[in-house]
Structures are given as structure tokens and as C-alpha cells.
């Protein structure tokens, strides 16, 4: 038994030790097999890549039969085709693929026979296959190394090119020089082109608009100052329009056209400069189907969703200014409405992403275009100047013109109707005279004759509309229906244009005034807005716009449909009134700040005699009917609804109602209100209700002067009252006697009255007076009105003397604060205080001083500086000569140039000449006709502003409320 079982596990352990040895002997044929296959690949691998680097250096000679350098080719793809995907395998032979690349490239464009040209093998029956596989991967492989370069660096930048050089020559066939020079060409052509267009959408599937574009991003990302070269643009340019050309412009190719292309910095820009890219940027109708495919909400969404705030403002400026460059396609009627809505919807996201409304709180920084921004916006390194001038061109003359067209056109058909129609309508004046003699006012009885307007076509329309908007200057006959419905496709047209503009004001905050400037350089623009305005809002504009704001839906429906509007469901009326008020409303407003604009910048001579703002009658007409409604919106309360338009209307009027102040044009019986009884807005006032505090402060002048001064006194006395220093209230008033030294008259009356030393309430009170002679004796006599009157009066004049040095003298003998007050003064500041408080208690009291300020210095202690405010307006009041000599400079027939001025000022100051400039770095800016105008408001702003001394200002209104002034 025992010998059984050691034979039965000699027989195991001999089974085991055979299995063992086979599982040995197939490990090692394993491990041998696996050295081998290691050994033959590591020799392939070096024997491929010395083939490549021997076939390469063989294809220096252009002679040479390229299929060798083919073969070597083929074989190290094949090769190290899966090793390729590595990162790191792929980064250690970049360089070989380069090589591969420019190696074929030069094949391509030497001049040798066919059979030794790269693409001589697509000929070849048994190649064919093989070439188009291995030229795939080659365009995978330099797409993917593309994605790594940085072409800001020189060294990147010739291997990008080598690569775009690689897609122009392999997605055209007509590139192939070897090829179109054989007889066969012609019939060969077709099979060609097919694999060149298989090639292009292997371009397209491995995002080679992204890539491309990508990499020329990061050239400006990067912060360099080169400009990309022509080739280098042109070439990847062509290839982007052919891979559109044979997608078929698809949604998809569009999409990264604009995400990947469009929103490079001024890319725009850069290939207007270049002929042959500027026919490619517009070759097919390009603009058409991009601008086509960013209509669609949906399509604009998906572009904008993947943008920052940078890159939309790039898409913004390149949109602009392909639509300026191809004005005649993209601005075409048809085609117009698409390019304005784009653009609007883009300037919406931009107010978006800025948070313009919802962002109040948090720190901010300061962008050269938008003004101040949230910081969570990451700056822009490049230069932003291309941009900008990319974004001027939506307001250029040439641009504008054409976007107002429907405008004009509107006006040209419907003055030819109207015409007739008010052929009988008596004439308005439009007479100015050529002196500074007040303008002869508009009468609603005055017969003046039609040919004393100037022969101003347009303007002479707009000025018979205007009649025919005020019944109550004669227009009684016009029609209440209006010529424009606002629901027409004209208004639709004309309010979407206008609503362009005031977004990209609104949004593009620093380009404000430019944006106004280019506006209002059109001929006559301003004249055919307003008579498109008359036109929509029919016979009483201010009764139309008024009703606008104050009525229900449903009475406006009844209203707008009467004036020719078509009725709608009452399903859809919220919206249908809501969206025909925004057309008005916003047709409107732009009007009126361009007005406003305008008017800032003309002189009296160019406002009353050349009559390049308004024909006169039309301009009296205007301040007339803007008052009539800034009234209307007050006193129904309707100017909150609206407080945007509001503001725009507002301060249009005030500052036309300051120039009537200077030069009269109007009466200032003209500009009251007949439906204010003066008895019951008293009563009003007193009882706080907020319409008539708000009246008096923003239109003081649609009441009676001699009201006003009555409601002041009223005020004045109701304040005393209730402060206890009138004798009705109390039998002793509360009194404060103060000793004045006759030869000492101010320096005692600011030791005792400034506002250290004496509290408001006291000084509004009653003060006594208690004169001191030279001989140091007391002088008989305390009283208020006499005494009191006596030093304020002697105060005043002394106060006020030259000699001291606190007040100067204009040429027209009026007075201003002296800049130079505080080399003669330590506490001028104080003294400034002192003076306000002096005024403001003889204006407190009714005591009539003889005080002549200058106009300037008067129109900043009225609080009159508005955001465009105009300096240039009150510069005569300081300095004739300077202002005489600012308008031969504006207008100056040839080149301001010639004259060698520059954005500094010198000054005389206690015998030194100090030169101050106008503008950072204003002492080497030289003054031109572009920016004549910015250095005389400039120069203005300068002269006139550092005079201005709030501070007696600030005493005054310690002394008097502050809308009491206004009163």
C-alpha cells in the first residue's frame, strides 16, 4: 500500500515538474517574443524615423523624386501613428512634423516635373488611397499642434504659417501647379476638387475654426504691439471661407465664425486693410448670411452665452464695421432691420453682463468706453483704440445717413401731401436780426410773411408742421388724424434706428458725445425728426405725448386707432400700447438730447443768424411746445412714470429757456402757463402737495415774476414765524446785538457773524447794530431796518472793492471771485462764507443791494450747471476778447493747424508765466479742425470753472432753502 502511494506521487510531482517546464518554455518563447517585437519595433522605429530624416534631407533638391520621401512618410505615420496620441510622444516629434509639412508644401510650389511633386502620388492608382490618409493626418496632427503655439512669438508664428500654408494648398486645387500644368487637367479637375472638399470637412470636423482663430487671438492676448501680417491673416482667412463654402454657411459654421473669428480685437479692421481679404470677408454674401443667422434669437443666444464681456465687445465693434464696410449689401432696405436688431440685442447683453441697472454697490474700475464697471469684469490688456474707432463708424455720416433714410424719405412724401393741405395756414416768424437786439417773439396775432424764412426746404416743412401741431397759433383746420401711425412699418423702421442709438449711448457711455456730435452732423437731421415727431403725434404733440403716459390701456386704444393705428385683439393690447409708447417715446427722446447737444456747442451767431440749429420760427415753436409738456408731466404726475424722457425734455428746455435768458427769442409772458390759477397753486404750495414744489423747482419761470417774489416773502415770513422772530408771534423777539468799529467794519462783522460764532437761526433773526465812531465813541441809533441796513450796506461795498482782492472786475465792470484770493487772504474761504451769509440775509430780509455779478459767476450760485453745460455760453461774461478770439478758431476756414496752438494755457500770475494744460499731456497735443472744437470748450472750461467758489454758494442756502433761490 505504502509503495502504491509513492508511485501514485512520484507520478504527481513528474506531471507537475512537465507542467512546470512547459509553463517555462512558454514564458521565455513569451519574453522572447516580446523582446523581439521590442527589438523590431525599436528598429523600425529608428529605421523609420532615419528614413523620414534621410528623405527629408533628400527633398532639398527640388529635383528629386518625391515618392521615396512619400514612402518615408507613410511609414513613420504608420509607424508611430498610436504613440501620436500621446502627449508626450507628441510633443518630442513636433519638430518632424513641421518638417513633413513644409516639406510638402515646398513640393507643392517648386517648379518640377509632376512625377517628383507631392501631389503627383494622388495620380498614381496604387497611392491614392494611402496619399489622402496620410494628408488627413497630417492635418489632424498640425491642427492639434496649432492649438499649442502662440504665434506672438516669432518661432510660433513661422510654424503656424507652415501649417495654414499646408490647408491653403491642400483645399484648393487650382494651388497644384504640377497638376493644372498637364493637358489633362481640365478632365482631372472634377475628382480633385472632390477630395480637396473631403480634405476641407476634415477641417471642419476637427474644429479648425476654433483652432485658427484661437491662435490668432492670442497673438493680441498676449499684449503685443505687432500687427498681424497680410499673409498670415489672408491665408487663414481663405481657409475659413472655404470651409463656409462648402458647409454651406451652416448654423454650425456660422456659430464659430462669430464666436472664434469675430471676436478677435478689431480683426475687422485689420483685414479692411488688405485687398484680397477684404473681397474674402465678403465673398458668397457673407455678411448677408451672418447677419441673417445672428437674427435668429436662438442663434444670437448661443453666440453671446459663450462669450465674456471682452469678446462681446469685440463682437459688437466687428459687426459694426463689416456693416460700414459693406454699407451698400448690409444697409440695403431689405436687410437693414436685421443689421439694427442684431446690433441692439448685442448692446443689450453688454448692459447685461455690466450690470448697468442692477449694479449698484461694490467696487468699480474705470473702462475707456464703458466708464466705470463692476470689477468682477477682467480688464483688457490690448490697446482699445482700434476698437473704438471701430465702434464710431455706427455713427459716421456715412453709416447714419443711411440708417435715417426711412426718415427722410418719410418726410419727403408726406411734406408733398401736407403741403397742400396747409397752403392756407398762416406763416410763423422766422425773422433775426444780425445785431444782439432781442429776436422779434412769435405772436399768435402777428402776420408775418413766408418769405422772410429762409429757403431751407426742409426746414420750412417741419416749420408748417409745427403750425399745425399748435391750434392755438392758427393751425385750427389741421387734421387730428396722424400721417404716421405708430404701428407703421415707417415708425417701426425709424424707432428701431433711434432706439439703436440711444442704446448704444446708454451702453457705450464715453462715446456719448461723439455718438451726439455724429448724429447731429447729418444736414438737417434735427428738422426731420421734428417733423417726423409732428407727423406720428398729429395736432397737440404735448396733448399726444401726455396722453401717452397718463392714460389706460384701453382709452389709448380707442385714441391710437383713431389716428389711424389698426386695431388689435384685447388679448394682445398690454403689449401692443406698451411697445408703440416705447417707439414715441424713444423717437423722442433722442431727438431732444441731440438737440441738446447741439445747442451746447452752437454760439448765438450760429443759433440766431445762420440758423443751424432751428429756423427761428421752428425753434420758438419748440421751446413752446417743450414747455407746454414738461408742464403736462409735472402736474399730472406722469414725469415719474417716464423719468429717462423726462430728464431728456427737461433739460432741453432749461437750456433753451437760459439762451432765450441772454438773447430773446421768445417773451417771458410767452413761456407762461394760462392754465395755472397763481390763487390755488398757492394754495397747493402751502399744503406741501408735491406737483407744485416740483413746479417751482424745475420750470420756476412758467409763473409770473411778480408771483414769485410774492411766494418768497410768504415763505420767508412763515419760516420767521415759526421760528419766532416776527413781532406778531412774539411781543419780544429774540434780538443779537452786535458793536461794529467803523474803521473796521468787515473784520468786526465776521467776527461776530460768521457761522462759527453765530448758529443759522440766530442770524435769520434779529440783529441789532451798535456803531463805534473813529473816536471810539458810541454812535446813537439800534435798529434793524435803519442800522442794519446801513452796515450791511457798508459791508457790502467794502466787502466787494477791487482793492481787497477777494472780488475782481470784468471789462463790463461785474464781478467774480478772484483766483488769486488766497495769495492776499489766509482765511479767503471763510471770508467767502461770510459773504454768501451777507447776501443770502439781505435777500432774507428784502434789502436791495447794489451787486452785480458776472453771468457766469451767477449762473453756478443759481445752481444752472447741468451734465452739458456749455462754458463757451458764459465766457463773454468774463473775457470778450478770449471769447471773440475761441470763435475765430471754430470758424477758421483752413488748417487750425497753421496757427500753432496747443491744449495748454499760459497764465500771468504775480509776474510768472505759468502754463497749465487743458488735457493730460495738452502742451504737445496740437490743435486741429478734428478737435478745434474740444479745445475751445476746453479752454472755456478752464477759464471759467476754477473761478467758481461753491462755497459762497453753500452759505447763501444755509441763510435761504435752497428752492427758494429758485423761486
Known sequence: MDSKKAIIEKSRQAREERALAKKQEKAILTV?????????????????????ESALSSMKDEDRDFKDCFLAIEEFLIVHGLKLKEPKNFEKHLDRIMRICKCITTSIMADCPLRHSY??????????????????????????????????????????LVYVRLGLLMTEVSGWKQVVAIKQYSVLRVGLSSVTTLFLQHYHAHNAIRILGKSLFSHYQSGTSAQISELLITSVLTILSRISAVCKHSDQVMDQFCVYFLTIPAIVSLV????????????????????????????????????????????????IHIGFLDRDTVLAPKVRPNFVDVICQILNHLKIVCSFENSTSGSKCWHEIFGYIPNVISRCNWNLKAVKQQLICLWRPEVAEILFSTLMEVNSVASTVFTNSTSNLPSASASSSASHAPVEPLSSTSSITASSVPSVKSRSKASKL??????????????SKSLVSLDSLEMFHVSGVCRLYQLAKDVLSQCKVEMLCGITRLENILPHMLHFILLYASRDAAKFFTDLCVKSSRNLRSDLCAKGAKVISEENEQSWISDLR????????LFCECTWYLTTILDDIEVYEQEKLFVMSDLQLLVLFLNQLCFNLIWTGSHARIPSLFTSVHSLLILLVERNYRRQFLTLDQLLIKEIKINNFMVEYEKNIPRAHLLIEKMP?????????????????????SLGILESSRNYPKSTLITIRRNRVIEDGFDQLNSGVLSDANFKGLIRVKFVNEQGLMEAGIDQDGVFKEFLEESISKIFNPDLNLFKLTEDQKLYPSPTSSDFHDYHILLFEYVGRLLGKAVYEGIVVEVQFASFFLTQLLGSRGALYSCIDE?????EQLFRSLSYVKHYDGDVADLQLTFSCDEDEMGQVKTYELTPGGSLEPVTNSNKILYIHSMALFKVIPLLFFNCLSAMQKAIVKHWVIV
Open 32 to 52: 522572447q517574443s516580446v523582446v523581439r517585437k521590442f527589438l523590431v519595433r525599436c528598429r523600425m522605429t529608428k529605421s523609420s524615423i532615419d528614413a523620414l
Open 119 to 160: 501631389v503627383g502620388m494622388v495620380l498614381q492608382k496604387e497611392h491614392v488611397k494611402t496619399w489622402t490618409v496620410q494628408v488627413q493626418t497630417l492635418i489632424r496632427l498640425s491642427l492639434r499642434h496649432c492649438e499649442m503655439l502662440n504665434i506672438s512669438h516669432a518661432a510660433d508664428k513661422d510654424v503656424f
Open 272 to 319: 479692411s486693410e488688405y485687398t484680397p481679404c477684404h473681397r474674402l470677408l465678403f465673398k458668397d454674401s457673407m455678411s448677408i448670411k451672418l447677419l441673417n443667422y445672428l437674427s435668429l434669437e436662438r442663434n444670437l443666444n448661443s453666440v453671446v452665452c459663450t462669450l465674456d464681456f471682452n469678446k462681446l465687445l469685440f463682437l459688437l465693434a466687428n459687426c
Open 466 to 479: 409745427f403750425r399745425k401741431a399748435f391750434p392755438s397759433l392758427g393751425a385750427s383746420k389741421a387734421t
Open 582 to 589: 416705447e417707439r414715441a417715446f424713444t423717437v423722442f427722446s
Open 701 to 721: 419761470h412758467v409763473l409770473p415774476h411778480d408771483d414769485r417774489v410774492l411766494l418768497f416773502r410768504r415763505l420767508v415770513n412763515e419760516e420767521k414765524f
Open 875 to 879: 465766457l463773454p461774461s468774463l473775457d
